[in-house]
């Protein structure tokens, strides 16, 4: 039956993600959410992903079986990501591709077992994106980085924490870059500027 609800859950929220239309608002309710894939969008527009609190509305991918990331969202414009935590996936909690105006506010990636080589790679991870905020987030425990932003351009980075990283902010490769107020610890590197030339 346990196994049923989850994939309730689950299946609730990914219809929810596919239909979506600009303007709308897909809520995740509070508690704690089991899922076992990966939640997906692609080719949308306006829309706002928003839970109660980093708290209250908790995405756990403890038990993942299929795919890495936890939220995958790429080809899109104009996403807030809003008041939940995503946990323990396998791969990258949250990853944005090909995104022209992505906002993290209030959103947490962890990984409760604590910092070990088998976490995932990167918490909040956008890559190859337009217009990008991140503020007032939290990561814990990446592998790699626990905020992450490259190859993008014009992006804020401010009031943000990251701790038991890899790499606590990692920004690579990414033009007009606004990064300030945030706290790295207990991180092996705790802020990462990454501009190579001939890349």
């Given at each position: ?86 946990q323990d996936t396998k ?109």
């Amino acid at each position: 039956m346990a196994g049923f609800l989850f994939a309730n859950i689950e299946k609730n929220l990914q219809t929810q993600f596919i239909p979506a239309e600009p303007g709308d608002t897909i809520t995740i309710p509070e508690v704690l959410h089991p899922i076992r894939g990966t939640l997906s969008i692609e080719w949308k527009s306006d829309l706002v992903i928003r839970g109660n609190s980093m708290v209250q509305s908790i995405l756990s991918f403890s038990n993942q079986d299929a795919c890495a990331q936890g939220i995958s969202i790429t080809n899109s414009t104009n996403i807030t990501l809003e008041g939940f935590t995503v946990q323990d996936t396998k791969g990258d909690a949250i990853k944005i591709q090909y995104t022209d105006g992505i906002v993290f506010r209030h959103v947490k990636a962890e990984w409760t077992g604590g910092p070990k080589e088998t976490n995932g790679a990167y918490g909040l991870y956008p890559v190859q994106c337009q217009n990008v905020l991140i503020e007032n987030s939290v990561s814990i425990g990446a592998s790699d980085a626990g905020i992450y932003v490259g190859q993008s351009n014009d992006i804020v980075v401010r009031y943000n924490i990251a701790y038991d990283n890899v790499a606590g902010f990692e920004i690579e490769y990414t033009n007009n870059s606004d990064v300030y107020e945030n706290h790295s610890c207990h991180n092996a590197g705790g802020i990462l500027i990454f501009d190579l030339s001939d890349l």
